[in-house]
């Protein structure tokens, strides 16, 4: 069985929990990193498991609300981390990273993780960051695309979503609330931009070119809190899909998601 479930999602920080479950054994895969160490600890046992229990983190881009706690972490609980090399260059200037060097494994486009009973593969997408990845999961059977922090729907990242039973999807901001804000014009240009994050309309597109019967499973994430509402979000989303708004799960900034079974 694959299930996921959203510790956080948001500008304040992004967590996502993939499990692969095989008779009495579990796989445990952490996707990014980005609250604070002891928030983390407390959702992982929210939510049933933790730190001890992970058997990887997966650190998709360098930015802070996805990097957030990753070296505090893996100096307590020595989890095996996997990012590109982009990631790992930026991140690593100074030093600071030096000590877990042994703990780094290097993720590539279209070379797939093997964890246990849990496949992922992850994707280039395009965004302002180093070598930014993302990632579709497995057990073999089901097939779970978690896709935030890209500016534009490249037809690499519509390739690599083909066929999945269930998305994390970034619906990030709806364009008229993100032009009235207050935002500098600066960071206005830079989210809504190529390399910055999808509008409502733009993760809706995507959902149309990647739907099939067989896709029942939407968490809409990483939703602005000033520049988008979960309403919104829904009624874009639930259009592609066929469905009523509320047929929409959206991920919680601080409380995440419950457990989604795909």
Known sequence: MLRFKSLGSGSSGNATLVEAQSGAHTTRLLIDCGLRLRDLEARLIEAGTCAEDLDA??????????IGCARS???RYSTPLWMSQGTWLAVSDGGAWTPYQHLLNVARDGSAIELGDLQAMPFTVPHDAREPLQLRCTDGHRHLGVITDLGHVSSHVVASLQGCHALLLEANHDPDLLQASGYPVFLKQRVSGPWGHLANHAAADLLARVKHDDLSCILA???SERNNTPELARTSLCEPMG???LDIAVADPIQGSDWMTV
């Open 57 to 66: 983190i997966f650190i998709t881009h360098e930015h802070g609300d996805h």
């Open 73 to 75: 972490f893996i100096k």
């Open 243 to 245: 469905c009523a708004p």
């Open 221 to 223: 994430a990483h939703l």
